[in-house]
């Protein structure tokens, strides 16, 4: 009987870290889209090195939140939400940061 309980509590484990990593594909497309546009602005000339390289730090940040987040193997509601905001602050900063007509010194 014992036995039995503790197989069910790993599979229940097992089947909640899958759901958690399953999530997270969504959050890893739009980080790929956001270095892509932040690479195109940089050889279109919207963006200078130094507001690329800022965009990329902020691209870190995301990428740390998001290791603690898998960390546990859970993804809380709070840390979905928190990486959520994250995301939406860099992409309207890659916005402005490509919009702002102060690109690159030719």
């Known amino acids: 009987m014992k036995r039995g309980w503790g197989m069910l509590s790993v599979l229940i484990l097992i089947g909640f870290s899958a759901i958690a990593q399953e999530r997270m594909p969504q959050v890893d497309r ?8 932040i690479r195109q602005g940089l050889v279109n000339g919207d963006l200078n090195r130094r507001e690329a390289f800022q965009l ?3 691209q870190r940040h995301i990428r740390q939140v998001e290791r603690r987040a898998k960390a546990d193997g859970c993804i809380t509601n709070a840390e979905r939400l928190r990486l959520h905001r994250a995301q939406a602050r860099s992409n309207r900063e890659i916005f ?11």
């Open 30 to 37: 739009r980080e790929h889209r956001q270095l892509v546009r």
């Open 56 to 58: 990329l730090a902020s």
């Open 96 to 106: 402005r940061q490509r919009h702002d007509r102060q690109g690159r010194l030719n």
